[in-house]
């Protein structure tokens, strides 16, 4: 059970740069001997991603994804997170008001220590990752969702109470608690089941899922090394994690035990029983982690998989739906609208399904326009779909955006096939064809002014 966040402020502390680096180093060689690495995280290791050097254009959101917001609301997910020095628990706990500006999660851009992990974890040298942080920050940077316990939730993640399915959404998928933090309805519906919904989030006084608090264990037992970034590892039981690690005595079968490092501004109740204790912000020593590692910290780029589905409905009838989906598969949703060249009409709610017409057994261009949520000002992207007009065909793609420069690349896998019989996909060798659409070529016509008429499916009529 989570249980409440410190009720007193405990004082920072930091280290002059060179007892950093040393320590850095000592860091970097346990690393190498290390057989099962694993990493804890807390929110101190976002509260950089408050500071996003890059431009953000502000959209208007679709109703369904508003949420009403104060200072001290348990819904208030700015960075930091619930739990941090500035997270609404803890203002909650010390009965004081918000004093620093934060960022939306939806709009910060993920830390040095975010993209350091997501490289140690490419590279096989991250076993596994275990985060108290429910900013969505982890797996938004790249951590893969069979390599991370989210032990508190994710905000930008909810599933089904009847059948057990995930969604991910690119807007907060958080009741509004207005009732009771343990009502955790987010008001939306089942797309398989028509179940309700329930958000990730898990309030103090509640149970942590029982799957990633298992995993969570399983991978401490098997570590020999556990290095806890931003944590003040008081709240229970998400802090026995590393706790475990710490506690493992060294053996002749097991000669080095566990070894647990620790490195937060502020004292924790597990220092004494830290192999390496780093009084510092953590990116200033991820960056030296990394350097004496000789890897580099990736950039952040967003990244959206879409999938582009078209087939005959019946004479001269077509359908054309775009669904997002995560690496694993479960269902994304990142899209306001999508448009199809040649209708009047914005589809500008799930399903993205458009009708139309078209003389059958000729191949066909299909242009469609994605509208994104546009937190980090990702402009408008138009995609080329190529269709035979005959079997159904399902397509996938990779859409990257760089938040930095403001330019997609899109690259289209080839596993596109036709799909009889209402099949699956079959994926062939991928092979990836890469475009660079600047933001200005990739935005809005000029003249376009979109309908406001709209509705989940659409039987449209192409203009001649």
């Given amino acids: 059970m989570a249980n409440t966040a410190p009720k007193v402020a405990e004082k920072e502390r930091r280290e002059s740069p060179s007892v950093v680096d040393e ?13 099962h690495f694993i990493v804890f995280t807390g929110a101190g290791i976002s509260t950089s991603a ?71 974890q490419n ?70 089941c028509a179940g309700t919904l329930l958000d990730t989030i898990v309030n103090f006084g509640e149970y942590l899922p029982a799957e990633p608090l298992e995993l969570a264990r399983h991978h401490a037992k098997k570590a020999d090394l556990c290095l806890a970034l931003g944590s003040s590892l008081t709240v229970p039981p998400a802090c026995t994690i590393p706790e475990s690690v710490g506690k493992k005595k060294r053996s002749r079968a097991n000669p080095d035990g566990g070894r647990l490092v620790v490195c937060n501004l502020q004292s924790t109740p597990l220092d004494h029983l830290s192999e390496l204790r780093v009084w510092a912000e953590t990116d200033d020593l991820m960056v030296r ?35 997002g989906i995560d690496v694993d598969g479960t269902p994304a949703t990142f899209l306001q609208s999508v448009r199809m060249e040649g209708n009047r009409r914005v589809v500008r709610a799930e399903p993205f399904v458009i009708a139309f017409r078209a003389e059958s057994g000729g191949g066909m261009e299909l242009k469609l326009e994605l509208e994104f949520m546009g937190h980090y000002g990702e402009p408008n992207l138009e995609i080329v779909q190529e269709y035979s007009g005959e ?74």
């Fill in 289 to 323: 982690v990394m350097e004496k590692l000789g890897l580099g910290i990736p950039e952040f780029v967003l990244r959206r998989r879409l999938v582009v589905e078209v087939e005959a409905v019946g004479e001269d009838r077509f359908q054309v739906g775009t669904r």
């Fill in 123 to 192: 590279q096989g040298i991250l076993k596994y990752l275990v985060s108290q942080n429910c900013d969505g920050l982890h797996r938004k940077s790249g951590i893969l969702p069979d390599k991370i316990s989210e032990l508190h939730g994710n905000s930008n993640r909810e599933y089904c109470k009847e059948c057990g399915k995930e969604y991910l959404r690119d807007f907060r998928a958080v009741a509004t608690y207005e009732k009771t933090v343990h009502d955790h309805r987010t008001g939306r519906k089942c797309a398989v």
């Fill in 23 to 35: 320590k850095a180093q000592d860091l970097v060689d346990q690393i190498k001997k290390s057989k």
């Fill in 50 to 120: 408050g500071q996003s050097p890059f431009p953000v254009v502000q959209r208007a959101r679709p109703q369904s994804h508003r949420f009403e917001m104060d200072g001290n609301s348990c819904i208030s997910l700015g960075i930091p997170d619930f739990r941090g020095p500035e997270g609404a628990w803890t203002l909650r706990a010390q009965r004081r008001k918000r004093t620093e500006k934060t960022v939306s999660t939806l709009q910060a851009i993920p830390t040095k220590t975010h993209m350091a992990l997501v490289e140690l």
């Fill in 391 to 464: 079997e159904k065909l399902e397509a996938r793609y990779m859409l990257e955006y760089n938040p930095s420069n403001g330019e997609w690349i899109v690259s289209k896998q080839d596993g596109e096939v036709a799909v009889e019989g209402g099949g699956g996909m079959e994926r062939d060798e991928e092979r990836e064809d890469s475009l660079m659409i600047s933001a200005e070529e990739a935005g809005v016509p000029s003249d376009f002014i979109p309908s406001s008429a709209a509705s989940d499916i659409i039987d449209l009529t192409s203009s001649p």
